[in-house]
């Protein structure tokens, strides 16, 4: 097997599809929607107002 000279840069990957500023809507809007499930089937409290409690 023969390795690639060491002058010769080594091949790079193809230019990512998307960067990190294309990808940061799409993750915030993951993370609001994440974010409003928990809260609404999780964790949000709620006031019955009844004498029983």
């Given at each position: 097997m023969e390795?690639?000279?060491a002058d010769e840069p080594?091949?790079?990957e193809p230019a990512r599809e998307r960067s990190f500023l294309s990808e940061l809507p799409g993750l915030l809007l993951a993370?609001?929607?994440v974010a409003v499930l928990?809260?609404?089937f999780v964790v949000q409290p709620?006031?019955?107002p009844s004498g029983s409690m």
């Open positions: 390795s690639a000279p080594e091949a790079r993370a609001l929607v928990i809260k609404t709620f006031y019955i």
